[in-house]
C-alpha cells in the first residue's frame, strides 16, 4: 500500500483547501479511511474519517462543519475538502488506509491505522 497526500498549500483564514489521498496499491477497496494531522510540537490528531463503502463518516468536533471527507473508490482516492479554515487548522495531514478491511464502525484512534501517506502542510494564515 502506498499512501501519496497532495493539495495543502498556504491559504488565508475563511478559505478553502482540498486534500487529496492516492492508493497505488492494490489494496484500497474495503477498508476505511482516515486524515490526521500534526501541528509543530503536538502531537498527531483525528481529523476525519470515511467507511469503506463511504456511508459512514465521523470527525474531530474542532472541524464538524467546516471539512468533508469523501472517497472515489474507482479511482482509489480519498479527499478531504476543508472550508472555513483558521489558523489553527495550521498543520501536517496525512491520510491513513485502516488496518483491518470490511471494518464495521470508523476509528479515530491512530493505532487502527497500518498505512500512513507521507503527508501534506496546510499553512492558514490569519
Known amino acids: 500500500v502506498q499512501l501519496q497526500a497532495s493539495g495543502g498549500g498556504l491559504e488565508q483564514a475563511g478559505g478553502s483547501l482540498k486534500l487529496s489521498c492516492a492508493n497505488s496499491g492494490r489494496t484500497f477497496d474495503g477498508y476505511n479511511m482516515g486524515w490526521f494531522r500534526q501541528a509543530p510540537g503536538k502531537e498527531r490528531e483525528f481529523v476525519a474519517a470515511i467507511s469503506w463503502s463511504g456511508g459512514i463518516t465521523s470527525y474531530a468536533d474542532s472541524v464538524k462543519g467546516r471539512f468533508t471527507i469523501s472517497r472515489d473508490n474507482t479511482k482509489n482516492a480519498v479527499y478531504l475538502q476543508m472550508n472555513s479554515l483558521k489558523p489553527e487548522d495550521t498543520a501536517v495531514y496525512f491520510c491513513?488506509?485502516?488496518?483491518?478491511?470490511?471494518?464495521?464502525?470508523?476509528?479515530?484512534?491512530?493505532?487502527?491505522?497500518?498505512?500512513w501517506g507521507q503527508g501534506t502542510q496546510v499553512t492558514v494564515s490569519s
Open positions: 491513513a488506509q485502516d488496518s483491518t478491511p470490511w471494518r464495521r464502525v470508523v476509528l479515530v484512534r491512530s493505532t487502527a491505522y497500518a498505512y
